[in-house]
């Protein structure tokens, strides 16, 4: 079974790939998977250094069950990027 959804997004139900070499498209895999790779490292290193911080909102959501507007804002003002 072949699905019709996407086909028209992707050229008509063309493949796409059929208009690059094997090689260009394992290129293109790759450069892809790389990208996707460094962009999760980088949200497990935000989520890594902000850790405390997390947990911190956790605790305060279970006590209050909302944090809302201010509070918020302040709690995430306190996030930090991973050097």
Same mark, same amino acid.
């Given at each position: 079974?072949?699905?019709?959804?996407?086909?028209?997004?992707?050229? $008509?139900?063309?493949?796409?790939?059929? &208009?690059? @070499?094997?090689?260009?498209? %394992?290129?293109?895999?790759? #450069?892809?998977? +790389? !990208?996707?790779?460094?962009?999760?490292?980088?949200?497990?290193?935000?989520?890594? $250094?902000?850790?405390?911080?997390?947990? &911190?909102? @956790?605790?305060?959501?279970? %006590?209050?069950?909302?944090? #809302?507007?201010? +509070? !918020?804002?302040?709690?995430?003002?306190?996030?930090?990027?991973?050097?």
């Amino acid at each position: 079974m072949t699905s019709k959804g996407g086909g028209q997004f992707l050229g $008509n139900g063309n493949n796409p790939r059929r &208009s690059v @070499s094997d090689a260009t498209a %394992q290129a293109i895999d790759k #450069e892809v998977r +790389d !990208l996707v790779d460094d962009a999760h490292e980088t949200a497990l290193k935000i989520l890594r $250094n902000n850790l405390p911080l997390l947990e &911190s909102i @956790s605790q305060k959501i279970l %006590q209050e069950e909302v944090i #809302e507007g201010e +509070d !918020l804002k302040k709690l995430l003002a306190e996030s930090k990027l991973p050097t």
